[in-house]
């Protein structure tokens, strides 16, 4: 990457790598950086870090959204630095789980050094009661390193082997790890999304190298992979803003693409989800989306209703359906392991006949297309380490050049999840936790194996249950619903004579429309009663809770052990019913 972004500064200074929207507006301040001047800056700080004798040593990247994380973050790569992208604090109260993880990303990547900006850094300076650890640990704003002290880069010693960054994985169901991606996986991997994307020299061209638009957090492996690092892989252009900025107004993103005209944008589901809930007249009468060619979706379940109204929705504005890009990745395999083909629509396998969801097209499975050039995906059984037959729903384990090298300091976990055999195949496999099947070819992913919930011996997808609860009345949010199981034995059931439901029973936890409160007993009644016509499953409870309270990652996974063990605590926001009075 360092060796790409010299010949991109070399060959093109001008042209604008990255844009950023300060606002979110396209009417704001706009902030840009040239090729030329991104390899200086890189330089600078790279030189910076070299000099304190940090190559080799892992550097914390807390940065609030903006175009500084990208000199810092390519500083470090030039310097030989492992870098480590973090969450920056933020707020008053410097968010508790925000502190937590800082502390926990810090002490488990033994860093260094802390690079940010002057907010930044400043914030951390009042935070010595919070985080003790900071005292040891120098910090720099990365705007402060003046560009003449680029003069004393190196060129460090670099090989494919050489771990580029840590990506921390977002701990949807178990503690963060730091994923130990090389030089030589991310190289890999930007060829994989290039090919899928349809990222062809001629395309660039006809584009007039206006790549990206995008809202993602760069501290997550999809807004980093993707958006910022494909634009330094190419030499494009890519137009940024803030994650808060698209969660305030929607309608930004899509405004976005229509007056950048980039090829290429997307998020996960509930970001598609989101721009729906804001589609009114006014804003498809302004929009251009004919120049979208590829809307990838992935991160959480891709819904097909979710595809199919969006698709109907923004069809006046000139999206087509041929534009919808699922696909499935993972810290693990650096980002992309499969994507569907650009410019064809996404596969849909209909619900089974004699199944849950029977003739509910928008119930279908959706495809997350085919594994990348040389990247090897079989479904395997996770206890006989078998490869199981077309069709049939194992674990997805993936062999490539872009899966990464293990867990940074993790070596049971790194053999456990790195190091996987399977019978009929050479060389080692990444277990990846997640369920699925494949079809003439296509992954479709089903869900995660620690998910899983097993009642009277058959098994029920979360997901499964969530989508039918969320089909069962409109009150319900897409994409906030959790499915899980508890002990049927519990605190509260054991009444006077201690006796209680036994085995493993169903709970569905689901943010509703608070204006719909007062239907809560009605809503839980139909839930219920779809859940056991659909599944042939008793749920224990339907609980209804406030919007914006479930647990999410940061990539918008829904956190279901998180949920549980709110469940459990009595801690849920649960929503009241209006007082009758």
């Known amino acids: 990457m360092v060796d790409l972004l010299t010949q991109h500064a070399a060959h093109h200074p001008d042209r604008t790598a990255y844009r950023h929207l300060v606002t979110g507006d396209c009417d704001g301040e706009i902030q840009e950086i040239s090729y030329g001047r991104l390899a200086a800056r890189s330089r600078a700080v790279a030189a910076w870090l070299q000099e304190r004798g940090l190559a080799g040593t892992r550097a914390m990247l807390l940065y609030p959204p903006g175009l500084e994380f990208i000199s810092g973050y390519l500083g470090c790569l030039a310097a030989g630095v492992v870098a480590v992208p973090g969450v920056p604090p933020q707020g008053r109260a410097h968010n508790h789980r925000a502190l937590t993880r800082m502390k926990r990303l810090i002490a488990d990547a033994d860093a260094r050094v802390i690079l940010g900006d002057r907010d930044v850094i400043t914030a951390l300076s009042g935070m010595a009661e919070q985080l003790p650890e900071l005292a040891d640990l120098t910090r720099v704003a990365t705007e402060d390193i003046p560009d003449e002290a680029s003069a004393a880069w190196r060129e460090p010693d670099l090989t494919a082997d050489s771990?580029?960054?840590?990506?921390?994985?977002?701990?949807?169901?178990?503690?963060?790890?730091?994923?130990?991606?090389?030089?030589?996986?991310?190289?890999?991997?930007?060829?994989?999304?290039?090919?899928?994307?349809?990222?062809?020299?001629d395309t660039i061209e006809e584009y007039g190298h206006e790549m990206f638009v995008s809202w993602l957090p760069v501290y997550h492996d999809m807004g980093l992979i993707g958006p910022v690092l494909n634009t330094v892989y190419l030499g494009v252009t890519a137009t940024l803003f803030s994650p808060l900025h698209f969660l305030q107004d929607p309608?930004?993103?899509?405004?976005?693409?229509?007056?950048?005209?980039?090829?290429?944008?997307?998020?996960?589901?509930?970001?598609?989800?989101?721009?729906?809930?804001?589609?009114?007249?006014?804003?498809?009468?302004?929009?251009?989306?004919?120049?979208?060619?590829?809307a990838v979706n992935g991160a959480e379940p891709v819904r097909a209703a979710t595809l199919r109204r969006f698709t109907e929705t923004f069809a006046p504005a000139g999206f087509r359906r041929e534009a919808l890009h699922p696909c499935y990745g993972l810290a693990e395999s650096t980002l992309m392991v499969t994507g569907s083909t650009a410019h064809t629509a996404p596969t849909l396998l209909q619900p089974a006949e004699t199944g849950p969801h029977a003739?509910?097209?928008?119930?279908?499975?959706?495809?997350?297309?085919?594994?990348?050039?040389?990247?090897?995906?079989?479904?395997?059984?996770?206890?006989?380490?078998?490869?199981?037959?077309?069709?049939?729903?194992?674990?997805?384990?993936?062999?490539?050049?872009?899966?990464?090298?293990?867990?940074?300091?993790?070596?049971?976990?790194?053999r456990e999840t790195f190091r996987a055999t399977l019978a009929g195949h050479e060389g080692r496999f990444l277990r990846t936790g997640d369920l699925g099947f494949l079809h003439d070819g296509e992954l479709f992913v089903t869900g995660r194996l620690k998910d899983l919930i097993v009642i009277d011996g058959r098994n029920h997808y979360p997901?499964?249950?969530?989508?039918?609860?969320?089909?069962?009345?409109?009150?319900?949010?897409?994409?906030?619903?959790?499915?899980?199981?508890?002990?049927?034995?519990?605190?509260?059931?054991?009444?006077?004579?201690?006796?209680?439901?036994?085995?493993?029973?169903?709970?569905?936890?689901?943010?509703?429309?608070?204006?719909?409160?007062?239907?809560?007993?009605?809503?839980?009644?139909?839930?219920?009663?779809?859940?056991?016509?659909?599944?042939?499953?008793?749920?224990?409870?339907?609980?209804?809770?406030?919007?914006?309270?479930?647990?999410?990652?940061?990539?918008?996974?829904?956190?279901?052990?998180?949920?549980?063990?709110?469940?459990?605590?009595?801690?849920?926001?649960?929503?009241a019913a209006p007082d009758p009075s």
């Open 359 to 414: 003739g509910q097209t928008d119930a279908a499975t959706v495809g997350c297309g085919l594994p990348g050039r040389h990247v090897t995906v079989v479904i395997a059984d996770p206890q006989r380490h078998e490869e199981l037959p077309d069709g049939e729903v194992g674990e997805i384990w993936v062999r490539g050049a872009s899966v990464a090298k293990g867990y940074w300091r993790n070596a049971l976990a790194t």
């Open 163 to 201: 771990v580029a960054f840590l990506q921390y994985t977002s701990g949807s169901t178990s503690a963060p790890r730091g994923v130990m991606v090389t030089h030589g996986n991310l190289l890999d991997n930007e060829r994989i999304l290039t090919e899928s994307m349809g990222h062809t020299p």
């Open 463 to 575: 997901q499964d249950l969530e989508l039918t609860a969320e089909m069962a009345h409109p009150a319900l949010r897409p994409g906030c619903t959790a499915a899980f199981s508890v002990d049927g034995l519990d605190e509260r059931d054991t009444g006077a004579a201690g006796i209680g439901a036994r085995g493993e029973q169903a709970v569905v936890v689901a943010e509703i429309a608070p204006d719909t409160a007062s239907e809560a007993e009605k809503i839980t009644d139909v839930i219920r009663g779809e859940i056991g016509e659909a599944h042939g499953l008793s749920v224990r409870d339907v609980v209804l809770v406030e919007p914006g309270t479930i647990p999410k990652t940061s990539s918008g996974k829904i956190q279901r052990h998180a949920t549980r063990a709110a469940y459990l605590d009595g801690t849920l926001a649960v929503v």
């Open 251 to 294: 309608r930004r993103w899509l405004t976005a693409i229509s007056r950048y005209r980039p090829h290429t944008s997307g998020g996960p589901n509930f970001a598609y989800e989101l721009c729906l809930k804001h589609a009114g007249p006014g804003l498809l009468d302004g929009l251009d989306l004919s120049s979208w060619k590829v």
